[in-house]
């Protein structure tokens, strides 16, 4: 049981390339989201799912995209990244359980666009 | 908009206790989580209060006061690995959609032997 892993771990990018982010989960969850960490900004979150097929928009959405053609996972996409997505970004899924909504989080990827 | 405030540092020893304050702003709250960040780490979730009064789990307590829209981690006998950031989260329903966290910036505690 890996739980939440996220690929790749670090990235390196230049103002204006593309990439994404894969986040797969093997808990069964139905929801999963993505954030952005920032020094001294707490998680952000930027956009999440309670289904397979469906996706909605959080905090801080713009310039990003994101799928979710199968349950387990969770793709986050930039696709012409900028110096300000640099951040570590964190995906987490969720089942609610009878002492509130725990949720289980990633181990990062760190990313910096130059 | 949603807003939760909480103090970005907080020192203590060994042993002693620290409770990290978090104050919330937010519409369609259902709930207050916390959450543990060590350095380079995930977050990994502590405690969640739905209703007002004190959840205990081992040597952390969380509390939750609906009418001051106000909580509080409690950390007791604290230990050197406590020493991590510490997030309080609104849990927010948005109609048949629950479960989106709204995060504070975050507490820093330091325990020092």
């Known amino acids: 049981n890996a739980g939440v892993t996220q690929t790749p771990k670090f990235r390196v990018l230049k103002t204006g390339q593309s990439m994404t982010l894969l986040c797969a989960q093997d808990?069964?969850?139905?929801?999963m989201y993505w954030y952005r960490q920032d020094p001294g900004m707490g998680l952000r979150l930027i956009h999440y799912?309670?289904?397979?097929?469906?996706?909605a928009k959080g905090e801080v959405p713009d310039g990003y995209n994101v799928s979710r053609l199968k349950k387990q996972n969770f793709l986050l996409g930039l696709e012409s990244a900028a110096p300000s997505q640099t951040s570590v970004y964190f995906c987490a899924s969720m089942y609610r359980t009878r002492k509130g909504n725990e949720q289980f989080f990633g181990p990062g990827t760190r990313l910096t666009v130059l | 908009g949603q807003s939760l405030e909480q103090p970005s540092e907080v020192t203590a020893v060994e042993g002693a206790i620290v409770q990290i304050n978090c104050t919330y702003q937010t519409s369609g709250f259902y709930g207050l989580s916390w959450y543990q960040q060590h350095d380079g780490g995930a977050p990994t979730f502590l405690s969640y209060?739905?209703?007002?009064g004190l959840e205990e789990t081992g040597r952390f307590s969380s509390f939750l006061s609906r009418s001051d829209s106000y909580g509080y981690l409690l950390l007791q006998e604290l230990q050197m690995k406590d020493s991590a950031s510490y997030f309080c989260?609104?849990?927010?329903?948005?109609?048949?959609?629950?479960?989106?966290?709204?995060f504070g910036r975050g507490t820093q505690l330091t325990v020092w032997p």
């Open positions: 808990m069964n969850h139905e929801y």
């Open positions: 989260a609104a849990c927010i329903s948005r109609g048949s959609t629950l479960g989106r966290l709204y």
């Open positions: 209060n739905a209703l007002d």
């Open positions: 799912s309670v289904g397979e097929g469906t996706t």
